[in-house]
């Protein structure tokens, strides 16, 4: 069955490091996202990207960088400049809007519980 | 700037009761509308969508929403909730500019026994 894949579903952090979240789909999407979500919050966009080797920030890039070198595959690495790193990070993907596809909405993975120890 | 309102961001409802969860976006021109569902420690997922057609839309575990386009607005609504509706709620909105979806803060249920 198609769907996205993220892993691990539980990470640590150490003070002053870099880790990468991965973010896998066999939907044949064209267009993938990531979302932080802290408790009682909604959800906040790190970054997207439309097309393989292209991406964007979204509101809250800082402290965090990606890449989109194949389609299926959307890794986020959160940096050392992230300063408060502990949060839940979902990824989702959509199909492209020029795509007759009949669900313009997204389909997300199930989540990385990231804790900085 | 687009936006998309729950107007709740916690509903208690006993088991049974109906419950309705209140959704408004800031636009009228032409949208896509979502409900998704996410319990705890999960990913979201998609309980129905308004894509066309019918306004009065029919999702997943008896839930369904209804297309105001006058209020810009898309609530969802079940007339008898189980234990198991314990979730948080997320209303999304897609403007046909483009296929970002903006999303509400979200809606905690809690269904009490």
């Known amino acids: 069955d198609g769907g996205i894949t993220q892993s691990p579903k539980y990470l640590f952090r150490k003070e002053g490091q870099n880790v990468t979240l991965s973010c896998e789909q066999n939907?044949?999407?064209?267009?993938m996202y990531w979302y932080r979500q802290d408790p009682g919050q909604g959800l906040r966009l790190i970054y997207y990207s439309q097309i393989v080797n292209d991406f964007q920030k979204g509101d809250i890039a800082e402290g965090y960088s990606v890449s989109r070198e194949k389609k299926e595959s959307f890794p986020l690495t959160v940096t050392s400049a992230q300063k408060n790193p502990t949060a839940f990070y979902l990824c989702?993907?959509?199909?492209?809007?020029?795509?007759?596809?009949?669900?313009?909405?997204?389909?997300f993975g199930s989540g990385t519980r990231l804790t900085v120890v | 700037a687009q936006s998309v309102t729950q107007l709740d961001s916690q509903v208690p409802v006993f088991e049974e009761a109906p419950v309705e969860l209140r959704c408004n976006y800031s636009s009228s021109v032409s949208v896509y509308l979502f409900w998704y569902v996410q319990y705890p420690n999960q990913g979201l997922q998609l309980l129905l969508k308004y894509l066309s057609g019918s306004t009065l839309v029919k999702g997943i575990n008896g839930f369904e929403a209804e297309f105001n386009k006058s209020q810009t607005s898309f609530h969802l609504r079940k007339p008898s909730v189980h234990i198991s509706d314990t979730a948080e709620y997320f209303c999304?909105?897609?403007?046909?500019?483009?296929?970002?979806?903006?999303f509400g803060g979200g809606t905690r249920l809690m269904v009490k026994p």
């Open positions: 989702a993907s959509s199909i492209e809007a020029q795509w007759t596809g009949v669900n313009y909405g997204y389909t």
């Open positions: 999304a909105v897609r403007y046909n500019a483009g296929n970002m979806l903006t």
């Open positions: 939907l044949n999407h064209d267009a």
